[in-house]
């Protein structure tokens, strides 16, 4: 009677080992990215030259959100950047005007936290949050966000 080499089993069962890997990483990376990343337009091209943000996820209908900030001032004009928020970044980072301070893209469309003129803009699938207050999201809506206070005995303007 002939032995059995134990190397076949060791080759067999990481062949197999890597099969189920292989298919499972596959299964969760369709799932993380299904939905796809959130789009946002910094733009101070409307008529009166007011900085606000357009935001778009096809995958939720969210279409055409649109946050401004009247009464801030960029200093250039009829400035329009689209980022596509798809790979993570060490936050804090920059925008074209004010910082993202919190990104959590594991599950797209994710979480975004930005910082804006005085205000925190908090992107989530079920909900957007202003300044800790919750809005529903409405496709075409226009937000105006007033000029934040100056915190006491501070101006930053």
Known sequence: MKADNPSKHFILAFLIALVIYAVFYQGIEHRRARKGPWQITF???VPDGVPSLVINQPKLALTNVQISFPGEVLPLTNATVTLIFRQP?????DLPFGRCIFMDSTFLPGTLTFQLFG???ELLPRVLIIDHQEHPWRSGSTIRL???PDPPGQSNR
Request: avoid cysteine; charge should be neutral; glycine fraction near 0%.
């Open 146 to 148: 007033e000029r934040a």
């Open 89 to 93: 970044r060490p936050v804090p980072y």
């Open 43 to 45: 733009t101070n091209s």
């Open 119 to 121: 205000h925190e803009i």
